[in-house]
């Protein structure tokens, strides 16, 4: 089983958040790397402690009970004919629906 990080050596100090936010280019104040580090210290313990719950046999999942598809089978149907779905438009054209025309003469 390979060794897990102690807490110190997960520890991330607030000159490598400074760091980081710098190769991100987000610009910190000293309070904000002063709060931040002691959050993502916290972030970082409860990832080490999620490792430590699965063993070797427990396979990475992504839910907790198996999924399956609900959709039903792609069956090919008739579709409408261009006069049954042209039959409830108040104008058509062409075999097309014929609408307002919104803009000018310009395009």
């Known amino acids: 089983m390979p060794e ?14 400074a760091h980081l936010a710098d190769l991100a280019r987000i610009d910190l104040s000293d309070a904000e790397l002063d709060h931040l580090a002691p ?3 916290v972030i970082l313990e ?4 999620i490792q430590g719950v699965a063993g070797e ?13 609900v959709f039903r089978d ?30 000018g003469d310009e395009q």
Do not use: K, M, W, Y
């Open 46 to 49: 409860s990832v080490a402690s």
């Open 39 to 41: 959050q993502l210290n």
């Open 74 to 103: 792609d069956v090919v149907t008739p579709g409408l004919t261009a006069e049954q779905a042209l039959s409830g438009a108040p104008e058509s054209e062409q075999q097309r629906f014929s609408v307002p025309r919104i803009l």
């Open 57 to 69: 046999d427990v396979p990475p999942t992504s839910h907790a009970l198996p999924l399956s598809n």
């Open 4 to 17: 897990r990080p102690t807490e110190s050596a997960a520890a991330i100090s607030r000159d490598e958040v």
